[in-house]
């Protein structure tokens, strides 16, 4: 039996993420739900934001689901962010983000590429210092066990996929030492791998540019934290914003499906939130984490229907409601 520890978070996250369990529970009706809690409410209430409870369940549950989570604009002593302290302790090394074409929200209908981040290090490992009152520090750290391991992923996933095109995403004109370790350590894995044939890399700048001029273009796309962070955001204009964009933190034995969006504090409560990031990215942990691509098939193909069928107009008012009573009518 598989389990699931939910951890709803902040603002809408505590209505979407229980629509897209719902509609989970319709493909998986064994599956063993259990919750947890993180965030900055849970921070307010109890002085941490990811409570070492919460990080045992996961661990137990070996797949969850978070929600999203309200940081501080400022520093506040004590608080680190909750999803960067799950990756981070679960090891959660690999982001999984997809940017595809939807009915009536895509742009273009040619879309289908895949973003591969490296989750854990970076510029994001949080080592940051003043090194006098006018100058700021902050450390980027790239290591070979990581690169190596998203290699591996990318090998995975460029199968599951059958890509034709794997693209290292780098800036080693300009940091030869990080982004060249980064480069020549995934070129390493993806050629024992047999799969040096259909490698390339571009710039970061470059990819970003070509990410807006033609997205068609690319298949599978790997690269390291900041990097991967600001194209796949940048790439989801292509499937309808953030708002529909779905994630997966991927490690080894364990996963934490995770909606992009923002906990948009403005709607929380009134119904208008849409659980679709959330359904796919439980639609995610079911391909890439449970392997079960038949539901992952079946999940997606809803999500098509609906967004082929029902139009923005029938969504406004009770968009919660309305979206998962219409994907579980479709499934």
Same mark, same amino acid.
């Given at each position: 039996?598989? +389990?699931?520890?939910?951890?709803?978070g902040?603002?809408?996250g505590?209505?979407?993420?229980?629509?897209a369990v719902?509609?989970l529970?319709?493909?998986l009706?064994?599956l063993?739900?259990?919750?947890a809690? !993180?965030?900055w %409410?849970?921070f $307010?209430?109890?002085?941490?934001?990811?409570?070492?409870?919460?990080?045992? &369940?996961?661990?137990?549950c070996?797949?969850?689901?978070?929600? !999203?989570?309200?940081?501080p604009a400022?520093?506040?002593?004590?608080?680190?962010?909750?999803?960067?302290?799950?990756?981070q302790? $679960?090891q959660?090394?690999?982001? @999984?983000?997809?940017v595809?074409s939807?009915?009536?929200?895509?742009?273009?209908?040619d879309?289908?590429?895949?973003?591969?981040?490296?989750?854990?290090?970076?510029?994001y490992?949080?080592?940051?210092?003043m090194?006098?009152?006018?100058? !700021?520090?902050?450390?980027?750290?790239?290591?070979?066990?990581?690169?190596e +391991?998203?290699?591996?992923?990318a090998a995975?996933?460029?199968?599951? &996929?059958?890509?034709? &095109?794997?693209t290292? @995403?780098?800036?080693?004109?300009?940091?030869?030492?990080?982004?060249?370790?980064? +480069?020549?350590?995934?070129?390493g894995?993806?050629a024992?791998?047999?799969?040096?044939?259909?490698v %390339?890399? +571009?710039?970061?700048d470059?990819?970003?540019?070509?990410?807006? #001029?033609?997205?068609? %273009?690319?298949?599978? *796309?790997?690269?390291?934290?900041?990097?991967? %962070?600001?194209l796949?955001? $940048?790439?989801?204009?292509?499937?309808?914003?953030?708002?529909?964009?779905?994630?997966?933190?991927?490690g080894q034995?364990?996963?934490?499906?995770?909606?992009v969006?923002g906990?948009?504090p403005?709607?929380?409560?009134?119904?208008?939130?849409?659980?679709?990031? !959330?359904?796919?990215?439980?639609?995610?942990l079911?391909?890439?984490?449970?392997?079960?691509?038949?539901q992952?098939?079946?999940?997606?193909?809803?999500?098509?229907? *609906?967004?082929?069928?029902?139009?923005?107009?029938?969504?406004?008012?009770?968009t919660?409601?309305?979206? #998962?009573? #219409?994907? $579980?009518?479709?499934?």
């Amino acid at each position: 039996m598989k +389990r699931l520890c939910v951890i709803p978070g902040d603002g809408i996250g505590q209505e979407v993420v229980p629509s897209a369990v719902r509609v989970l529970l319709k493909l998986l009706p064994g599956l063993e739900v259990l919750e947890a809690e !993180a965030g900055w %409410d849970c921070f $307010l209430r109890c002085g941490q934001a990811v409570p070492e409870a919460t990080l045992q &369940r996961m661990r137990e549950c070996g797949a969850g689901l978070f929600g !999203a989570v309200s940081s501080p604009a400022q520093r506040v002593e004590g608080y680190r962010s909750a999803i960067l302290t799950l990756r981070q302790q $679960l090891q959660l090394n690999v982001n @999984v983000r997809p940017v595809r074409s939807w009915p009536q929200l895509s742009p273009r209908a040619d879309v289908d590429l895949l973003i591969l981040r490296e989750n854990s290090e970076g510029l994001y490992i949080g080592h940051e210092h003043m090194e006098s009152a006018d100058v !700021a520090v902050a450390q980027r750290l790239i290591s070979r066990q990581a690169s190596e +391991r998203i290699a591996a992923r990318a090998a995975e996933v460029a199968r599951l &996929r059958s890509s034709g &095109r794997i693209t290292l @995403v780098h800036k080693a004109n300009v940091l030869p030492l990080t982004c060249g370790l980064f +480069r020549d350590s995934c070129r390493g894995v993806l050629a024992e791998a047999g799969l040096d044939s259909i490698v %390339d890399e +571009r710039l970061v700048d470059v990819a970003a540019l070509q990410l807006v #001029e033609r997205p068609q %273009d690319f298949d599978l *796309l790997v690269t390291t934290n900041l990097f991967g %962070d600001i194209l796949s955001d $940048l790439a989801s204009h292509w499937s309808g914003g953030l708002v529909m964009a779905p994630s997966l933190n991927w490690g080894q034995g364990i996963a934490l499906a995770e909606p992009v969006h923002g906990s948009a504090p403005d709607i929380a409560g009134s119904g208008k939130a849409n659980p679709l990031a !959330a359904v796919l990215s439980a639609a995610l942990l079911l391909r890439y984490h449970w392997q079960y691509g038949e539901q992952a098939d079946r999940l997606e193909r809803a999500v098509e229907g *609906l967004l082929t069928e029902v139009t923005v107009t029938q969504l406004e008012g009770e968009t919660t409601r309305v979206v #998962e009573q #219409e994907l $579980l009518s479709r499934l």
